[in-house]
């Protein structure tokens, strides 16, 4: 797998998020293991509450998983509340993904207006960041449009985006099921998605790189709201596995039109079975092959 990038602005001559992603998928199966670094998994693994437990509770992660699974997902709170050493840990996390070939979702779930995104779109997905990874998550909810530069990083560098369009919580219902013009805001969001991914699957690829986030969790939203989940032709991340009560029948609910497209994501159910490598990893795998199973049929 190719994690080589071009410049901003320079064509990317290599394979696109989307692709690399559903390579991954198609070998490994589905799933993508969340690295969410709790107090509580921290105390469980005999880590320390500071940046070195962090540190190591992440590579321990990956290394556990290096190979085993399409992609993992830390989730940069958890980083980010020790400071400076935090980010340093993400930063080493996401470095030690590339080594163990592990696609890499930093879930940071960035979103500002035009101008401030540029910033943003340098850190997580420009050419030489630190703290890019493989694909960032993203929130629309300053207007999809804002999330522009932030796509055309991604697009010009071979990495990926996920944003938000129905999240797994139940307060995301407020904004995202709000009709704009008599829409759902949901739904037009999963229509600009699908708009940024047309010209690489024009180009031929099995899957765009602007992908959505759509939780398992979420029940028959997407349908009731008319949200396209199959004309996006991105990849659909899908938080609410295991800890939020999401498993594989509610993928397959959810995601019914679109199953080769999901990448469902879970972290506290399979880090709860660390510290040990061995079980870890097996945690994952008993999940993955679950989920593999239900997107096949
Ligand atoms: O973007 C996300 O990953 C995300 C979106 C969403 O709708 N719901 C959601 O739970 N997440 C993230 O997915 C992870 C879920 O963790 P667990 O509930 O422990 O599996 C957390 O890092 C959340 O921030």
């Not at 998020?17 to 293991?33: D, Q």
């Not at 830390?74 to 509340?81: D, G, K, L, V, Y």
């Not at 369009?165 to 904004?175: D, F, H, R």
């Amino acid at each position: 797998m190719t994690t080589s990038t071009a410049g901003a602005g320079e064509a990317f001559a290599g394979a696109g998020f989307g692709t690399r992603l559903s390579e991954a998928m198609a070998a490994r199966g589905p799933l993508c293991v969340g690295i969410d670094p709790h107090v509580g998994l921290l105390q469980r693994w005999g880590l320390p509450d500071d940046a070195r437990g962090v540190r190591e509770f992440s590579l321990r992660v990956v290394q556990a998983l290096a190979g085993q699974v399409a992609a993992v997902k830390p989730q940069s709170a958890f980083f980010e509340r020790y400071g400076s050493p935090g980010m340093a840990a993400l930063e080493e996390t996401i470095a030690a993904c590339r080594a163990a070939d592990l696609l890499c979702v930093v879930d940071a779930k960035r979103g500002d207006i035009g101008s401030t995104m540029d910033g943003y779109a340098d850190a997580f997905l420009g050419k030489d960041s630190t703290l890019a990874g493989d694909a960032v998550t993203l929130s629309p909810y300053l207007g999809f449009e804002t999330l522009r530069p932030a796509i055309d990083a991604a697009l010009a560098t071979g990495r990926g985006v996920f944003v938000l369009a129905l999240t797994s919580n139940p307060e995301g219902a407020q904004v995202q099921h709000a009709l704009a013009d008599g829409v759902p805001v949901a739904a037009l969001i999963a229509r600009q998605a699908a708009a940024a991914n047309a010209a690489e699957i024009e180009a031929g690829a099995p899957l765009g790189s602007v992908g959505l986030v759509v939780g398992a969790t979420v029940g028959s939203a997407a349908r009731d709201l008319g949200v396209d989940l199959g004309a996006v032709r991105g990849p659909l991340l899908a938080p609410g596995v295991g800890a939020q009560g999401g498993g594989a029948a509610q993928i397959r609910d959810v995601f019914a039109d679109a199953l080769r497209a999901v990448l469902p994501s879970s972290s506290r159910d399979v880090l709860r079975a660390g510290p040990d490598a061995g079980d870890l990893l097996a945690a994952a795998q008993a999940i993955n092959a679950e989920l593999r199973h239900a997107v096949a049929g």
